[in-house]
T-cell receptor, first 115, second 113 residues
Framework: EAGVAQSPRYKIIEKRQSVAFWCNPI?????LYWYQQILGQGPKLLIQFQNNGVVDDSQLPKDRFSAERLKGVDSTLKIQPAKLEDSAVYLC?????????????FGSGTQLSVL | GNSVTQMEGPVTLSEEAFLTINCTYT??????LFWYVQYPGEGLQLLLKATKADDKGSNKGFEATYRKETTSFHLEKGSVQVSDSAVYFC????????????FGTGTLLAVQP
């Protein structure tokens, strides 16, 4: 079974520039998550989608971050404008259902460096 | 608030040594507890889980027991291999309608031949 696909694998930008990340979840998975993993820290949830609706975006810095999941499949996460502290690995994960004992499947992540 | 604290790394062991990675948690209610592993260049993978007190999760020779009285979920393995070298994350999940995970900071394990 194909896993969660993310691109690009690496991205280097200068501060104040814009950047976008793409995620293709496992086929049939209704729930999609974006996590931010800063070096030396555990992943932190940014936003959770159920199909194409937002379930939780309480930790998303909405002044600069945005995310969408059109048609309830692929998702993009955008940062505009980027700051130095946005340097991190951005992980996408998906699951079939949001609750119960459902397992999350993670992609390999996009490593962002903001200079 | 809900949080997870795990021992800092790196942990360096020789092959066949005994492994313990400590994890304690703070949570309201009764969270589910997890260990995730991240091998070099790969995404996070679920290693094992426990959903209620006294449950023992196990997989690939790793074990962890949900201890409510000590709010702990320590990861153990009796004999580590070089292939176990990875970063290990302890996590908790709370909230019935969501799968929101709170992760610890991760512990790097390096196993030497």
């Amino acid at each position: 079974e194909a896993g969660v696909a993310q691109s690009p694998r690496y991205k280097i930008i200068e501060k104040r520039q814009s950047v976008a990340f793409w995620c293709n979840p496992i086929s049939g998975h209704a729930t999609l998550y974006w996590y931010q993993q800063i070096l030396g820290q555990g992943p932190k949830l940014l936003i959770q989608f159920q199909n194409n609706g937002v379930v939780d975006d309480s930790q998303l810095p909405k002044d600069r971050f945005s995310a969408e999941r059109l048609k309830g499949v692929d998702s993009t996460l955008k940062i505009q404008p980027a700051k130095l502290e946005d340097s991190a690995v951005y992980l996408c994960a998906s699951s079939y259902n949001p609750g119960g004992n459902e397992k999350l499947f993670f992609g390999s992540g996009t490593q962002l460096s903001v200079l | 608030g809900n949080s997870v604290t795990q021992m800092e790394g790196p942990v360096t062991l020789s092959e066949e040594a005994f492994l313990t990675i400590n994890c304690t948690y703070t949570a309201t209610g009764y969270p589910s507890l997890f260990w995730y592993v991240q091998y070099p260049g790969e995404g996070l993978q679920l290693l094992l889980k426990a959903t209620k007190a006294d449950d023992k999760g196990s997989n690939k020779g790793f074990e962890a027991t949900y201890r409510k009285e000590t709010t702990s979920f320590h990861l153990e393995k009796g004999s580590v291999q070089v292939s176990d070298s990875a970063v290990y994350f302890c996590a908790l999940r709370y909230g019935g309608a969501t799968n929101k995970l709170i992760f610890g900071t991760g512990t790097l394990l390096a196993v030497q031949p």
